[in-house]
């Protein structure tokens, strides 16, 4: 089972938004509505942001957004704040039963 | 609150073996998947394996079928991933990851996770 695209690096200034891209196939991210997407700070232990692609677990702040169109989904923050710095990942479920995530991308705020 | 306890990592050599736990708290564990997703040495995360709630399912990477075998005892809220024949690629630090549900779920509780090092 092959990663998931991500870019390697996004950036952009406080208060921007910016968007993280993630690219699959038939087999898992555009065949399913089970797209998730983590939140990792160096050293820590990764983070549920979304699920289910565009749903937020209590907590997360409604600057996190996610959607989909056919095999890419997409991250979206607005507001940027310096917390938000940090890699994220793409994950999604597959038609082999198993679960994927993306190569990563880190996000730096400038 | 939820709380996962990875124990088990190491150094173990090639073609070893090592046997880790997870001891979950602060819910029910029998109604919840629960994954394996490790991570190398400055490397992106990895899915390893899952396993069902309470029913019988088990699934897990090619990269490590056949030498990994994910299981559950319910009655000591405790996971476990027994690894054989471990391959110098296999060298990562292993999260426990409760599911958000019993199945088809991404993980909403990740542990601190537990360093593995294959080597001679």
């Known amino acids: 089972q092959s990663a998931l695209t991500q870019p390697a690096s996004v950036s952009g200034s406080p208060g921007q938004s910016i968007t993280i891209s993630c690219t699959g196939t038939n087999s898992d991210v555009g065949g399913y509505n089970y797209v998730s997407w983590y939140q990792q700070h160096p050293g820590k232990a990764p983070k549920l942001m979304i699920y289910d692609v565009n749903n937020r677990p209590s907590g997360v702040s409604n600057r996190f957004s996610g959607s989909k169109s056919g095999n890419t989904a997409s991250l979206t923050i607005s507001g940027l704040q310096a917390e938000d710095e940090a890699d994220y990942y793409c994950?999604?479920?597959?038609?082999?039963?198993?679960?994927?995530f993306g190569g990563g991308t880190k996000l730096t705020v400038l | 609150e939820v709380q996962l306890l990875e124990s088990g990592g190491g150094l173990v050599q090639p073609g070893g073996s090592l046997r880790l736990s997870c001891a979950a708290s602060?819910?029910?564990?029998?109604?919840?998947?629960m994954s394996w997703v490790r991570q190398a040495p400055g490397k992106g995360l990895e899915w390893v394996s899952a396993i069902r709630g309470s029913v019988s399912g088990t699934y897990c990477a090619d990269s490590v079928k056949g030498r990994f075998t994910i299981s559950r005892d319910n009655s000591k809220n405790t996971l476990y991933l027994q690894m054989n024949s471990l391959r110098a690629e296999d060298t990562a630090v292993y999260y426990c990851?409760?599911?958000?549900?019993?199945?088809?779920?991404?993980?909403?509780?990740w542990g601190q996770g537990t360093l593995v090092t294959v080597s001679s």
């Open positions: 602060g819910f029910t564990f029998s109604n919840y998947a």
């Open positions: 990851a409760k599911g958000r549900l019993e199945w088809l779920s991404d993980s909403d509780y």
């Open positions: 994950s999604s479920y597959t038609s082999r039963y198993t679960w994927v």
